[in-house]
């Protein structure tokens, strides 16, 4: 994670550190983490089933990469340069990665633990099999 006196990050060459592989689902850098909202690039590198966070709404703004998202009902085709965006406890997922690498920015309101993921069905996943953060 940042220094708490970060104030600039070069997201493409931040992001171009993520790894081309990962056992988890997802791969995350945190840039800031604080109280009130974290900051995170994430790279997404497999589907993430249907789950949902108890702790923040998020604003994901894509990168790189396309890729299929699900809120609630709804999947969409999502790109760079499309800001998608939902609220503390919207069920949410991404069935399908069209062209990789799949990255985001992501603001998460309040912040978000890294362990606050909860899966529609249980099943799916833990927090260890989600995400994984690495420093910079």
Avoid: W
């Avoid at 592989?21 to 900051?39: G, K, N, P, V």
């Avoid at 085709?77 to 406890?89: S, T």
């Amino acid at each position: 994670m940042a220094d708490a006196t970060e104030h600039f990050f070069d997201i493409r060459a931040l992001a171009a550190t993520l790894p081309a592989t990962a056992e988890t689902m997802l791969r995350d850098i945190r840039l800031t983490d604080e109280t009130a909202a974290s900051c995170r690039i994430f790279r997404i590198y497999r589907p993430a089933p249907l789950h949902f966070h108890t702790s923040c709404d998020e604003y994901l703004y894509c990168l790189q990469g396309r890729g299929r998202i699900q809120i609630e009902d709804e999947v969409r085709e999502v790109g760079p340069g499309e800001l998608v965006h939902f609220k503390v406890r919207v069920v949410h997922g991404t069935p399908e990665i069209l062209e990789h690498p799949f990255v985001f920015l992501a603001i998460d309101t309040p912040r978000r633990p890294p362990e606050d993921v909860h899966f529609v069905n249980p099943a799916d996943g833990t927090p260890q099999t989600f995400i994984q953060s690495q420093g910079y």
